[in-house]
Every structure is written in C-alpha cells, then in structure tokens.
C-alpha cells in the first residue's frame, strides 16, 4: 500500500472519529436540556462517596470518638436531612468523658464557642474525606462546632435537590442551630463550591428578614452557574461548553434550559454581614476570576463610574480624555480603599470597609449603607460591611480551608483566634503611598472591624427571646 493510500486512511478514520465525537457532544447537550439529566450533572448527588457509610459511626471516618452527633433535620417541606453536629477540640476535651453522646452537651456548646455551619459542593456525602479534614481543621485550630448538612437527595437525606430546595435545607440547618441554644452572631456560613451558591442566597434571605448571622464565607465560589459553564475545563483542560460560544445563538439554547442558576452575583447587594472570599490560584476546576468577580461586585458601588464611549470611531479627542480621566479616577479610588497583604509562599489578601457605597435598586442610585433599610418598617441605620478577598497560591479546589494560612485569616477576621496587631510599612505614614503590606508569613494586616467581627441587626432578637416563623426538629 502507497504512502498516500495510507495517508487518505488515516484522514478518512480521524475525520469519522470527529464525526463521532461532535455527535456525542451533541446528544450530551441535548440531554442537559432535559431537567432530569440536568440535576443529576450538576448535583451529582448519586455519587454518595463514601460508598455505604455508616454515619453513625463517624469516628469510622477519622472523627474522635464521640465528638459527633448524627441525627436529622426536618425543613419546612417536610424533607429530612442527614447531618453531623462535631463539638469544638477544646469543649470535647473539657467534657468529664468521652464514652457518651455528645446529645446532652449540644445547648451548652453552641452557647460556649461559635459554630460553623458548613454546606459542601457537588457529589458525595457528608463522611467524604476531603470534608472531614475540614470538620477536623476548624474544629481544632479555630475552636468551633461544626454543622455538616447534606442536602435533599444526598447521603441518607430524603427528596431530590434543587436550587430553591437546597436554600430551605441551609434555612433549615441555621434555625435548628438556633432552636438549639445557638445565637445568630455566633453562627458563619460557610460554603465550599456548589455550597457557596447556597450559603450566598441563605446569607442574602437572612440579611433581607433583618436575622443575624456572624458573616459567610465563599469557599472556591463560582459567580452564576451560566458563568461557569462558559469557562469550564473538565481535567482542567478540555473546555466544555466554551466551544459553543463561537456559534451564534448556540450558548443561548443552553442558558435557554438551565433551570438551576445559582447566580450568586445578583444577590451581592442584599448580603449585610461580613464576607470573606477564598480561592486557589491552581484550581482547576472553577477559576479564581469568579472570585474577582464576585469581590469586585461588592467594590463596585464604592467607585466611581466609567461612561464607555458607545462608538469608539465617533469618539472625540475631549471625550476620550474624559473617559480616561475617569478610568484614571477609579483607579486612584480603588487603591485608596483596598489594603492589600502580600504573604511569602502563601498568597495575596485584598480588604475594604464598605461604610455606605451607592448602588442601584429599582432604578434609583441610593446609598449602599441606606440600602439594607430599604422596605424595612421604620427604616435603620447604615451598617458598616467588612468584604476580604484571599487568593492563594495553593489549595486546588477542595482542599482551600484545610490552608492553614486561610484559618488563621478566618480566624482573626471573625473574631475567633486572638487578635493580632496590625502590620504596618515603616512608610505608610507618608502621603500617596498605597495601603499595601508585604509581610513574609502567614501574619495578616487587620482592617477596622467590629468587636464580634461580625454583624447583627438593630432590630435583632435577644438570646432568650422566642424565635419567629417554623423552626427545624431533630426527628431522629
């Protein structure tokens, strides 16, 4: 056979392998139009990794004995939820033994120490690895309890999951923490990937009902899931969904079918309390560039404006000076509010103090300290919010909070660890130098915060006060 024959063969089979290939492609997409194979890509809640677990016998799983309650939790839908309750290191070392259930000391321990209250991404259960070194992680180096929910349709969780399900599932987990003896500015809402979309809206309802939580963390956030489907790499190198945006109209098919939006973006503006966002530089499955868009969104309404020229052929000499003035300008103004933290071998931490930036709501520019007493009986006062933005060299995607260095910013920023005195440059007395601190350790600069390091209402409801509305039952 000639060497061209074999060339033309070799041709004719690539061509039909990518034939094959676009065709499979294209069933795939078609199925994810479908809401039934849409979930289950997205959730992945069939993936109940480990397989079998016995989640009553956590310590099976690397958790000290006894140190962790498995029970359930009902939500206003009547779903039962599976999840764990681990006490703080320090509390589980002062009990008098560890051969009972840690039941009986549940009240007193959410009075003593704070609480995370931790909701996971995609896939898997609530005993999965990964997850335990984060139950561990802050319960022993940040002194807190630990409440781990699997959402409906995870683990052993009753129901099937969606976006609006699992915000009544995080609604459910924070009322039965307070049900149970805990105060809402104790309580930090943590999420992890997929669990940030549900710690955002859960930290956004919470914020609009006037209830108090200690502030949330966005643990390898995405901005919205049509975001992220834009750029999504599977193995961090094969796009997924990108090669559909260079066919007009294509990509609006599938935001056309995406029926689960998680679109944190939007609800940035109604989110009052404290915010930290964390991500890695060598994550590979959703980009740090969400997290600069998300910290971005809450600068935002602090800087000001840009008019960009509508047709930069007609644009004018004057006009162009005035738009790069006023680029100019933003600049200036986002170096004089953002401190940044360079730390050696760890990463970068940007910081502002938001004291009543102006935003847009119902198509009025209003204040954004005036923005949280808006449609609230009597009004209130502006509030100061506290937005830190931790970029890490490392971590990937599901090991960030187990970072050592992120723990301790965790720690500080919601008042958790002691604190420690601020880093300040020799020079940043003199005028025009940019808030900027370099330090060589894991050591952090410390905005101006609150006492508690977190945010409560006016209005709030005191400890011994009845608490309004359903409240979530242990039912097993």
Known sequence: MSSSSTGLRILANARTALAVAGGIYAVALGLMAVPYFQSHALYLNAIRLPFFADFDAPERY??????????????????????????????????PSHDTTPKPYIEHALRQRKTILFFHGNAATR?????????????????????????????????????????????????????????????????????????????????????????????????????????????????????????????????????????????????????????????????????????????????????????????????WSAFTAQIAARKAQRENIVTTTRMANFGVMEEFVDRGGETTVGGERIRGGEYWAAGQPGGGSPREREVIFVKMLEGNHDYVGVQEGLQDIIGQKFGLLPSVPSLTPPDSAAPGNSPEVDVGGS??????????????????????????????????
């Open 443 to 476: 050591a952090t600069s410390e905005a101006a915060t609150s006492e508690a390091g977190g945010w409560s209402p006016t209005t709030g409801i005191s400890a011994g006060a009845d608490w309004p509305g359903p409240v979530a039952k242990i039912v097993g």
């Open 127 to 319: 005993a999965f690895k990964a997850r335990i070194q984060h139950y561990s992680a802050f319960s022993s180096r940040l002194n807190v309890n630990v409440l781990a929910v699997d959402y409906r349709g995870f683990a052993d969780s009753t129901g099937s999951p969606s976006e609006d399900g699992l915000v009544r599932d995080a609604r459910a987990a924070y009322e039965w923490l307070i049900s149970s003896g805990a105060r809402g500015e104790d309580i930090i809402i943590m999420g992890h990937s997929l669990g940030t979309g549900v710690s955002a809206r859960l930290a956004a309802q919470l914020s609009r009902e006037e209830l108090p939580y200690r502030g949330v963390v966005l643990m390898s956030p995405f901005s919205s899931i049509t975001q992220l489907l834009k750029t999504y790499n599977m193995l961090g190198m094969i796009p997924l969904i990108k090669p559909l945006t260079i066919i007009p109209y294509a990509f609006n098919f599938v935001t056309w079918a995406l029926i689960h939006k998680f679109d944190t973006l939007s609800v940035i503006p109604q989110i009052k309390g404290k915010v930290l966002i964390a991500h890695a530089e060598n994550d590979w499955d959703i980009p740090y560039t969400h997290s600069e868009i998300l910290f971005n969104a809450f600068l935002d309404p602090l800087l000001p404006s840009v008019d960009i020229p509508s047709d930069l052929v007609s644009t004018t000499k004057e006009d």
């Open 62 to 95: 690397g958790l000290a004995l006894n140190k962790t309650f498995n029970f359930k939790i009902q939500t206003v839908d009547n779903e039962t939820l599976g999840a764990w309750f681990i006490l703080s290191e320090s509390f589980y070392q002062s009990l």
